[in-house]
């Protein structure tokens, strides 16, 4: 069965600083992976995914991701965040394991001091 | 593109009550997802519709919930007998059809239902 897990479960980080959000997966077939950003009250909005080709993906706000397949990781980066980026983060993964459902991570919340 | 919308946004309910929680989709999108999230804790898989036919339901569905779609257009979900532990945020979420190769279209997701059971 698929699964994710991301470690840290709040990282605080200076405005301006950059910041890593660690994400790894567990599957044995292929597998589709994704982040979401939740802001308070909100629903989930998709920042990035990764389907196939280039293991860099960019997504909105300025965040891009790495896919990993031999260390099974999809971490998500950005080098100078802001304020506004304070939110709780959520990596998950798709694939044949999960019949194409999406299994998200427990969620990183990101809080952004000025 | 009006996003996918909930209703209502908050519930407060007394045990034994039962609910009814609405979502419409992002209209043309054939796929429709309810997820639970508790405080913590990311969304929670539910249940799942391809057009009308609900295709599958997590065993976190226990027989308290039920799901529909008719027509395939919005959908309900109701829990009968509310419990304490029901109390969580609801969320729906919608995909457009895809035409060949393994199914990847990325969810798009309401703001939810907050239900407290007192």
């Known amino acids: 069965a698929q699964s994710v897990t991301q470690l840290d479960s709040q990282v605080p980080v200076f405005e301006e600083a950059p910041v890593e959000l660690r994400c790894n997966y567990s599957?044995?077939?292929?597998?589709?992976l994704f982040w979401y950003v939740q802001y308070p009250n909100q629903g989930l909005q998709l920042l990035l995914k990764?389907?196939?080709?280039?293991?860099l993906v960019k997504g909105i706000n300025g965040f891009e991701a790495e896919f990993n397949k031999s260390q099974t990781s999809f971490h998500l980066r950005k080098p100078s965040v802001h304020i506004s980026d304070t939110a709780e983060y959520f990596c998950?993964?798709?694939?044949?394991?999960?019949?194409?459902?999406?299994?998200f991570g427990s969620g990183t919340r990101l809080l952004v001091r000025p | 593109d009006t996003g996918v919308s909930q209703n209502p946004r908050h519930k407060i309910t007394k045990r034994g009550q039962n609910v009814t929680f609405r979502c419409d989709p992002i209209?043309?999108?054939?796929?429709l997802y309810w997820y639970r999230q508790t405080l913590g804790q990311g969304p929670e898989f539910l249940t799942y519709?391809?057009?009308?036919?609900?295709?599958?339901k997590s065993r976190l569905l226990s027989d308290r919930f039920s799901a529909e779609r008719p027509k395939g257009s919005f959908s309900t979900l109701e829990i009968q007998r509310t419990e304490q532990g029901d109390s969580a945020m609801y969320l729906c979420?919608?995909?457009?059809?895809?035409?060949?190769?393994?199914?990847?279209?990325?969810?798009?997701f309401g703001n939810g239902t907050r239900l407290t059971v007192t």
């Open positions: 990764y389907l196939s080709g280039s293991t």
């Open positions: 599957s044995s077939v292929s597998v589709y």
């Open positions: 519709f391809q057009n009308e036919a609900q295709l599958e």
């Open positions: 998950a993964v798709s694939g044949v394991d999960s019949s194409y459902k999406l299994i």
């Open positions: 209209s043309e999108h054939n796929r």
């Open positions: 979420a919608s995909s457009p059809p895809q035409i060949g190769g393994p199914y990847n279209s990325p969810l798009h």
